[in-house]
Every structure is written in C-alpha cells, then in structure tokens.
C-alpha cells in the first residue's frame, strides 16, 4: 500500500476515510492502486478537504475508466456533460425551496435501469446542509450473508426487472418522457449478484428494481421490500454527515444509498457527481 494513503476503516469494515491524498493534483500511480484497492475493499470511502472545481473532479473520475452520462439530460452540466449537478438553488444561487429528483430520496443503486449499470459515483457538494442531507450507504453483501441458507437458495437464479420509468413512478417524480422510455427501456438482473471482484454475492435492488421476473407483480413487489427493510437495518447503514469540501466514493454493485430528508426551503445543498461505467452483472 502506498505510503502517501491512509485509511481509517469504520469498525464494520463497511466504509472507510481516506487520508493523505490531494484528489486534485497528480496522484501517483501507487497511490491510485491503493484508493482502487480500499474501495473494492470498504465499498464507501471519504476523502476529506478535497477542494476540486469540475475539471478537477472529472480528471480524477477518469482514471478508473470510461465515464457515463445521466439519462435525465437538464441535469447534465452545461459545458462537461458527464459531470451531473442536483441543487435546490436556481443558477443565480436563489433557493428553488424544494429538494430535486426525488428518487435520490429512496433507497437505489445508480443505473441499475441499463444493461451495464454504474460501477463508481464519485460525488462532491459544494453546498452542504447544515442539518440533515446526509447520503446512507447499505452494505448489500453483509445483507446478504446473514441471511439464512434457506432464503439465500430462494432467491439464487431470481432476477428482478429495473424500469426506470417505473422507478420514476414508484418516486413520485416528473414522468419519464418518451425520450428516456427508448434510451432505458426496462432490463433485468439477478437479484443475487457476484462482485466481479472479490466474488462475494450481494443483493442487487433497490428504488429502480419494479418486481421480479416471471412473478405475480404483488409477490415481486412484496419481496423486494422485504428485502430492502432487512438490508436497511441500522446494522448494515453507514451514515455520511457532509463536511465542506468532502469527496465520497462508492462501489454500486454491493450497496444501495439514499439521502436523508433536509429543510429544502432554507438549506442549500447541491452535489456533483461523475459515474464511472460499469459490468453486466451476473
């Protein structure tokens, strides 16, 4: 591991904060392999103090691959289209007084609607909320290893469909448009995924998953939420408090991850985030 990194893991193992990196200038290639080792390791890392502009955080996005643009096109940034911006403040810094894209409200994992979902969101708020606006992480493979034999050969070969116009729907958000209906027509998964990493089976659901295939719609539906009320026990949450000028990372193919509810008419928060492409999974 390189000297330059630090890292301080959560007791859990599930989460970890990384020191002794300045995310905006030239990393290392040893130090690069050591923050790609942590976070196929802890799932979510932390980078604190981090004070990157959006070159600055697409450069560094890139070194881990092929970046991917957002179905909902009037989030992209104007000038660097593979970097996404969610605010609740107008482009003259005004307060809009409403949290935007409800989704990220819900429990997800990001593009599990496409045939290769996301593999890394790196994500960065330059406006932080002071009260609540936290991001929650579910480690999906601890969810998933604690459940008993039985269930656990259950639910192998099972394959969930992901819709994002259904996602939509289930959100309370605009309607997706006919545009989006064609890009991310909807697409199926096993429910029980395998890291193509470290091979550990995790559970792969959440907000974009609609119901499971050639099931009875209800049976789908009753069986994704009792699985996302045993992965979402406090147990497997790891809970990130925004600081100014943090950077958080995470592995979407074993976590979900939402945000916690925040005063939208008298906070400000906003968040820009590049995704990395990710795998089939399987």
């Keep these: 591991m390189s000297e330059l990194i630090e890292i301080k893991a959560e007791t859990t193992g599930f989460g970890a904060e990384i020191g002794g990196v300045d995310l905006g200038s030239e990393i290392s290639d040893e130090a690069f392999a050591a923050i790609r080792a942590a976070i196929v390791k802890h799932k979510v890392l932390v980078f604190r103090e981090q004070h990157l502009d959006d070159d600055k955080h697409l450069a560094f996005a890139q070194r881990f691959g092929p970046l ?10 104007s000038d660097l ?16 007084g409403y949290h935007p894209e409800k989704g990220t409200l819900v429990w997800h994992t990001d593009k599990s609607y496409v045939a290769t979902p996301s593999l890394f969101t790196i994500l960065r708020s330059p406006a932080v909320a002071r009260q609540g606006g936290d991001t929650l992480f579910a480690d999906m493979v601890r969810a998933y290893e604690d459940l008993d034999a039985a269930e656990q050969t259950r639910l192998d070969g099972l394959r969930a469909v992901h819709d ?16 989006e209906i064609a890009a991310a027509p909807p697409v199926d998964h096993p429910l029980i995924r395998t890291h193509p ?7 792969y659901m959440g907000n974009h998953a609609s119901h499971i295939l050639d099931w009875d719609q209800g ?12 992965a979402t026990q406090e147990k497997y949450v790891y809970r990130h408090q925004w600081r100014d000028n943090d950077v958080l990372m995470w592995d979407n193919r074993c976590t979900i991850h939402c945000v916690t509810g925040y005063d939208a008419a008298k906070e400000r928060r906003v968040v820009h985030r590049a995704v990395v492409q990710g795998d089939v999974p399987v």
């Design 164 to 179: 994002w116009k259904r996602s939509r729907e289930k959100s309370d958000e605009r309607a997706a448009t006919a545009d």
């Design 219 to 230: 049976d789908g539906e009753a069986l994704l939420a009792a699985l996302e009320r045993h």
């Design 197 to 203: 990493e470290t091979k550990a089976r995790a559970i």
């Design 81 to 96: 289209p593979k970097i996404q911006i969610f605010g609740n403040v107008d482009g003259d810094g005004n307060i809009i």
């Design 68 to 77: 991917e643009g957002h179905i909902n096109r009037s989030s992209r940034h």
